[in-house]
């Protein structure tokens, strides 16, 4: 079992800052990737906001280049991710996910944050 405490998330005005942050914590062997994904009011469906793999490759929703960053610590297996310049589009329940390696895990592998919202105001 795996699970993912994440922080961070608030109401801020346009053009503030807030950083995310995610720790994974339990059975973890090697992690493919960690990542950030978003859930719009009204919606079922999450986003992808960015994401990290294991190397330290970074990958990005082009709506959030530039402005967002995500980085990584491997020791602490946490993850953080950097809004800039936030907007009202923005504004979403995000979540954290984690991807296990398959090939030295037993199981699941894919679990989610309970989730942490960010309300960006006009």
């Known amino acids: 079992q795996v699970q993912l405490v994440e922080s961070g998330g608030g109401l801020v005005q346009t053009g503030e800052s807030l950083t995310l942050s995610c720790v994974a914590s339990?059975?973890?062997?090697?992690?493919?990737?960690l990542g950030w994904y978003r859930q719009f009011p009204g919606k079922q469906q999450r986003e992808l906001v960015a994401?990290?793999?294991?190397?330290?490759?970074?990958t990005y929703a082009d709506s959030v280049k530039d402005r967002f960053t995500i980085s990584k610590d491997s020791a602490t297996n946490t993850v953080r991710m950097q809004m800039n310049s936030l907007k009202p589009e923005d504004t979403a329940v995000y979540y954290c996910?984690?991807?296990?390696?398959?090939?030295?895990?037993?199981?699941?592998?894919?679990?989610w944050g309970q989730g942490t919202p960010v309300t960006v105001s006009s």
């Open positions: 996910r984690i991807h296990l390696d398959p090939m030295t895990t037993l199981g699941t592998l894919y679990y």
């Open positions: 994401d990290v793999s294991g190397s330290g490759s970074a």
């Open positions: 339990g059975v973890i062997s090697r992690i493919n990737s």
